[in-house]
């Protein structure tokens, strides 16, 4: 049977601020375990959080930047479960009123043409600690132990609509993950290094017969620690789903962990639903009402996006779109192009000498233009 695949992704983004999101702890990736923390992150009896008004800013202009609504009142609530990392026992979050909600972000689609990925909604959110496990391969660990330095994090969840316009293929999932990643750093919200930790993803996938319009169960896969571990998972899983379809077996909604040395996904635990967590408004902190100016003044904060800057340099120096899209894919790249343009008597020339030869140049020296 021919099936049509639904990939959403719920997409975590260590926002770039100096402090975290409800103590005023440094955020600082590399350093040693457990030091910058404190009675407010750890979950102290007593301690209370402090919203950081900067990761509200961060948060209110990705909104803008995917096409979102921005609600102007706002809500904390408790995420309840029991985890290691999670120093309370529940981590706050946004639940019934985000940031920013029903917004779309364009890619090119499988058939070439402009498509709006729908945006479910945007929402602030403290990180978790991190745990660190004695084997990188999944099951076979001895102990683990937690650093708290990441704990309370401000992280901006980014989730994707599974029913408005939601990703039906791999390339399509990574051109979004591409573009998405590319918006945050133009925006300045996030340096988006997955390798830090700053940009993770947890990915659902379902199947349905071509042609149906009801849902099939959903499997979410979570821990991945880079875009090829999430391309090769969501391989790995559709093929799963189809071959247990084919076969007339069930579907089981659960969460999975990708093991990247086998190359395979293995079931975690069941699926949580939002009445699992329990959340209610969290007592400590008030609803955050965002006055008209405040929003107005971040709208207008906005940077000149890549899609915007391709446009511009095809239009002003008329550049060929193929060098377009290579000037544009780096911020770094795109602003050195423009600092060196107004110097240039032949754009398309330095163009051409950027894209081919200074790329060359960098790639012998192993070298960046940062």
């Known amino acids: ?8 992704f719920e ?5 770039k601020t100096r402090t975290k999101l409800f103590c005023p702890c440094p955020v600082q990736f590399d350093a040693p375990p457990n030091t910058h923390i ?6 102290q009896p007593g301690a209370l959080p402090v ?16 096409n979102c609504r921005v609600n102007q009142c706002s809500r904390f609530a408790r995420k309840n479960y029991f ?22 972000l364009e890619i090119i689609g499988d058939d070439g043409r402009p498509y709006p990925v729908g945006i ?11 745990l660190v496990h004695s084997s990188s391969s999944n099951g076979e660990s001895e102990y683990s132990l937690v650093d708290y330095n990441r704990s309370s994090v401000p992280l901006l969840e980014i989730v994707t609509d599974h029913e408005r316009n939601p990703l039906h293929s791999l390339s399509e999932a990574r051109a979004y993950l591409d573009k998405l990643k590319q918006t945050l750093i133009y925006l300045g919200a996030s340096d988006c290094s997955m390798e830090k930790g700053q940009l993770r993803c947890d990915v659902n996938v379902s199947l349905r017969p071509k042609g149906s319009r009801d849902f099939g169960n959903r499997t979410e896969i979570k821990n991945m620690a880079s875009f090829k571990a999430i391309m090769d998972a969501l391989a790995y899983e559709i093929q799963r789903q189809a071959e247990c379809l084919d076969s007339g077996e069930t579907i089981f909604q659960e969460t999975r962990l990708f093991d990247e ?26 609803e955050v009402e965002l006055e008209d100016g405040f929003i107005q003044e971040i709208k207008g904060r906005l940077p000149e996006l890549p899609d915007q800057k391709a446009r511009r340099l095809a239009e002003v120096y008329n550049i060929p779109e193929k060098d ?31 894209v081919r030869e200074l790329f060359r140049l960098l790639n012998e020296s192993s070298c960046t233009l940062g």
């Open 11 to 15: 997409t975590h983004v260590e926002l």
């Open 261 to 286: 040395t086998k190359g395979v996904t293995q079931p975690m635990r069941s699926k949580e639903d939002a009445p699992d967590y329990r959340y209610f408004p969290d007592p400590d902190l008030l």
């Open 83 to 104: 985890y290691p990392d999670l120093p309370k026992g529940y981590q706050i979050s946004q639940y019934e009123l985000p940031f920013c909600e029903d917004g779309y």
């Open 38 to 43: 404190c009675p407010v992150c750890t979950g």
């Open 120 to 130: 479910k909604r945007v929402h602030l959110e403290e990180d978790a600690g991190k």
């Open 51 to 66: 919203l950081n008004k900067k990761a509200v800013e961060f948060s209110v202009l990705t909104g803008f930047a995917l």
């Open 324 to 354: 377009i899209r290579v000037l544009t894919k780096d911020k770094e790249v795109s602003d050195y192009f423009d600092s060196c343009a107004p110097l240039c008597g032949d754009t398309r020339r330095l163009a051409r000498w950027i």
């Open 1 to 8: 049977m021919d099936y049509q695949v639904i990939i959403c």
